[in-house]
C-alpha cells in the first residue's frame, strides 16, 4: 500500500479520537477520491504515492476554487470551510514552486529544448511538466511559458 495512503488513513483515525471534524472531513473526502481513482477504468489497482499526491492535488484545486466562488458570492461561511480543508490537503503536498524557481526552470527547459515562439510551447510544457510534478498548477506553469516563449520572439 502506498505510504501516503496509509499516512491518511492513519492521521483519519487521530482526527476522530481528536474530535477534529475539519480534519476528519477533509481526510474522510480525500480517502474516498483516492478509492474512486482506485477503482475507475477497467480493472481496480493500488494507486503509487505520486498518483495518491495527484488526486490530492486535484482535491485541493477544488476547494480553491469553491473558496474562491463562495468568497465572490458573499458566502464567507462557507468559504472559510472550503479555505480551512484546502489548508489540511495542502499539508500532505509538496512544497509550491516560488515564482524564481518556476522562472528558473521554464528557462533552463526552454534553453534545452532551443524552443523559439509559440510553436514551441508543447515541447517545452512536455519537458519542464515532470520536473515540476505537482510543485505547480499547470495553468501558472503554462503562463510562464507563454511568458517566456512570447519575450523570446
Known amino acids: 500500500m502506498a505510504e501516503l495512503k496509509e499516512r491518511l488513513r492513519?492521521?483519519?483515525s487521530a482526527a476522530m479520537r481528536a474530535r477534529d471534524q475539519v480534519r476528519m472531513r477533509t481526510l474522510r473526502s480525500a480517502l474516498t477520491a483516492i478509492t474512486n481513482e482506485e477503482v475507475a477504468g477497467h480493472a481496480a489497482r493500488e494507486l503509487s504515492d505520486d498518483e495518491v499526491l495527484k488526486v490530492l492535488a486535484k482535491e485541493a484545486k477544488k476547494r480553491r476554487e469553491a473558496a474562491d466562488a463562495f468568497g465572490s458570492a458573499g458566502r464567507a461561511e462557507q468559504a472559510a470551510a472550503e479555505q480551512a480543508e484546502g489548508e489540511v490537503l495542502a499539508g500532505y503536498l509538496p512544497a509550491q514552486l516560488d515564482d524564481g524557481e518556476l522562472t528558473r526552470m521554464v528557462a533552463e527547459a526552454i534553453a534545452e529544448t532551443g524552443a523559439t515562439g509559440m510553436r514551441g510551447m508543447g515541447q517545452v510544457?512536455?519537458?519542464v511538466t515532470p520536473r515540476i510534478a505537482g510543485r505547480a498548477e499547470g495553468a501558472r506553469v503554462a503562463a510562464?511559458?507563454?511568458?517566456?516563449?512570447?519575450?523570446?520572439?
Open 10 to 12: 492513519t492521521d483519519l
Open 125 to 127: 510544457m512536455k519537458t
Open 144 to 153: 510562464e511559458v507563454r511568458r517566456q516563449l512570447n519575450g523570446a520572439s
